[in-house]
Nanobody, 126 residues
Framework: EVQLVESGGGLVQTGGSLRLSCAAS????????VGWFRQAPGEGRRAVSC????????YYEDSVKGRFTISRDSAKNTVYLQMNSLKPEDTAVYYC???????????????????WGQGTQVTVAS
């Protein structure tokens, strides 16, 4: 069974850091493009950061560039999102998603991903 489990969310003060983890089971994560999405109350689910299978191609939404870093740990079958200098506007439920497409591909639309985690809440207090 393919499963993604996010962890690492929580409550943090403005300027703080969190590292989100997305652990995969039932498949080899290295063969999948991965996206981190977030959804704030009343808003749609938007791509924050993505990474292709070859790891040479990454995406960051403009508001998180220079603050967030996406990475893989193949040995742990896990993808991380390191979030630094957090702001109240980063508050949202964060989801990881995976799609079995190789090369330099990543998707920015939620419809492009077949597998999703359950989400983890990130709250940044002002």
């Amino acid at each position: 069974e393919v499963q993604l489990v996010e962890s690492g969310g929580g409550l943090v003060q403005t300027g703080g850091s969190l590292r989100l983890s997305c652990a995969a089971s039932g498949f080899t994560f290295d063969a999948y493009a991965v996206g981190w999405f977030r959804q704030a109350p009343g808003e749609g689910r938007r791509a924050v950061s993505c990474i292709s299978t070859n790891d040479g191609n990454t995406y960051y939404e403009d508001s998180v560039k220079g603050r967030f870093t996406i990475s893989r740990d193949s040995a742990k079958n896990t993808v991380y999102l390191q979030m630094n200098s957090l702001k109240p506007e980063d508050t949202a439920v964060y989801y990881c998603a995976a799609e079995a497409r190789g090369g330099s591909w990543y998707g920015l639309d939620r419809a492009e991903y077949d597998y999703w985690g359950q989400g983890t809440q990130v709250t940044v207090a002002s």
